[in-house]
């Protein structure tokens, strides 16, 4: 059964550097059939798609974030991780990272992890 | 971008009523939309997928509708488990968007 998990510090200083990690059990993440991809929720809000990785290089991001973000693989590990820099405030929230069908017919998040809150404060 | 607008923000119904959630989108997005249910404290669960698929072990009281810029999600008998929040995700262009969700709570 393929499931994610989320590691990574739950409070970060503003200007520094958010580093997340998703662990993936139950699936290669070396297959070109599927999306990896990290969704945000600031508290109390919706769903903010940050960014998506196939196939260990390539990525796509979304604009708003595209100059801090970046999205990158360890196969040896299964894992792809998450890192955002210059974070403020306003990038407090659960970040979740999700699988997303790329050839297969089901091409939307599913599954997800559990999430992670990440703070933002001095 | 394309902006998913979702209406209501807040459904207010009881148990056993009929839900229905709209998902308007600024641009056409063909079929190519999905929606989510998301309960307090835990990650989204994908329910429908190509506006109209239910996904694996969704109930059939899940009903998804619409093409082009208008899409609904049916839920044709309220469970107590089904109040939650909904939101709808299209995959039609980059960057993948999400609507704001719909409340559905006990009346």
């Known amino acids: 059964q393929l499931q994610l998990q989320e590691s990574g510090p739950g409070l970060v200083k503003p200007s520094e550097t958010l580093s997340l990690t998703c662990t993936v059990s139950?699936?290669?993440?070396?297959?070109?059939?599927?999306?990896w991809g990290w969704i945000r929720q600031p508290p109390g809000k919706g769903l903010e798609w940050i960014g998506s990785i196939y196939y260990s290089e390539n990525t796509n991001y979304n604009p708003s974030l595209k100059s801090r973000v970046t999205i990158s693989v360890d196969t040896s590990k299964n894992q792809f991780s998450l890192r955002l820099t210059s974070v403020t405030a306003a990038d407090t929230a659960v970040y979740y990272c999700?699988?997303?069908?790329?050839?297969?017919?089901?091409?939307?998040?599913?599954?997800w992890g559990q999430g992670t809150l990440v703070t933002v404060s001095s | 971008e394309i902006v998913l607008t979702q209406s209501p923000a807040t459904l207010s119904l009881s148990p056993g009523e009929r839900a229905t959630l709209s998902c308007r989108a600024s641009q056409s997005v063909i079929s190519y939309l999905a929606w989510y249910q998301q309960k307090p404290g835990q990650a989204p669960r994908l329910l429908i997928y190509?506006?109209?698929k239910r996904a694996t072990g969704i109930p059939d009281r899940f009903s998804g509708s619409g093409s082009g810029t208008d899409f609904t999600l049916t839920i044709t008998s309220l469970e107590p488990e089904d109040f939650a929040v909904y939101y709808c995700?299209?995959?039609?262009?980059?960057?993948?968007?999400f609507g704001g969700g719909t409340k559905v709570e006990i009346k």
């Open positions: 999700a699988r997303r069908g790329r050839t297969v017919v089901v091409t939307w998040f599913d599954p």
């Open positions: 995700q299209q995959r039609r262009t980059w960057p993948l968007t």
């Open positions: 190509d506006a109209s």
């Open positions: 139950g699936d290669s993440i070396s297959s070109s059939d599927y999306y």
